[in-house]
């Protein structure tokens, strides 16, 4: 397992000294032992030249493995310690959508307050970072914004947001429509997500089964600043309607056609085990949002 550990760090960093540095071990000795896990295996798992060590193909393929075994012993671990009674519970989660989710996280520790949680928040564009901390064990759950869409990850939609369209003060609809169809806004400039945003693909649906590509005058990373750049009026936004309990001087708009709605959903890996205060964590998930 020491052997897995180490050459998991040296193989992410591809540096000794700064592996040798975040293990908190000397170098000489971290250098034999991947000197010897390379024996064991008989091959090189590293190209090394002038003092720098590269993954080679060999480690690439050993990495998969070794990462599979060092999560699946991990699993071992906490699943015997959940039996034992060692521990109350405990749920890792990793989410690109805390905003969404921080509600009821807090819901369910006043039910649970023995529950101990930790939450790893991504970037909203970083899907594969979620899917590495599921398959490396290092979250239970992720809770996220668009689908994931993966081979092994099974996913479980638990809410449902209707999406409006924000105007800024002084727009002509401001005050005269609460409804719009979507192709009526074909020439409006729209705030938009920078691309590879999980928003910004849904949006760009939207538009496409409305037949239109309106202009993207300015492109964003947070909502925060989607949603002031339009009370700035710079140009309208697609905003869910929960923000109007929040932002009083947005104008929401209902989008009558298309249909408009972004789900939000709880995944985890199949196969993979799953501790009681998880599975029951996911559970309430459902519930609370249904509510």
Known sequence: ???????RTVARLEHMSKAAEELHIAQPALSKTISRLEEDVG?????RSNRQIRLNVFGRAFLRKAEAAL??????KREVAELAGLARGSVRIATNSLNRF????????????????????????????????????????????AAIDRPGVRELPVL????????PPGHRWNGVRSAIRLAEAASEPFVEYKPGHP???????????????PPVVCEVEEP??????VQAGLGVAFVPASKCRSDTE????????????????????????????????REFLVSYFAE
Not at 71 to 76: D, I, Q, V
Not at 199 to 213: L, P
Request: with cysteine; charged share 30%.
């Open 71 to 76: 999560a699946a012993l991990e699993e071992g």
């Open 224 to 229: 925060s600043a989607l949603a002031s750049l």
């Open 250 to 281: 947005l104008t929401l708009l209902t989008i009558e056609e298309p249909q408009c709605r972004r789900d939000f959903s709880v995944a985890w890996l199949e196969g993979r085990y799953q501790s009681e205060a998880s599975r029951r964590f």
């Open 199 to 213: 928003y910004r693909r849904i949006n760009d649906d939207f538009c496409r089964r409305a037949g239109i590509r």
């Open 102 to 145: 921080s509600r009821a996280l807090g819901a369910f520790r006043e039910l649970h307050p023995e529950t101990k949680f930790r939450i790893v928040q991504v970037a909203p564009s970083a899907t594969d970072e979620m899917v590495r901390l599921l398959e490396r064990g290092e979250a239970d759950l992720a809770f996220t914004a």
């Open 43 to 47: 091959v090189p798992l590293f190209d």
């Open 1 to 7: 397992m020491l052997q897995l550990h180490y050459f």
């Open 160 to 167: 449902r947001a209707e999406v409006c369209l924000a105007v």
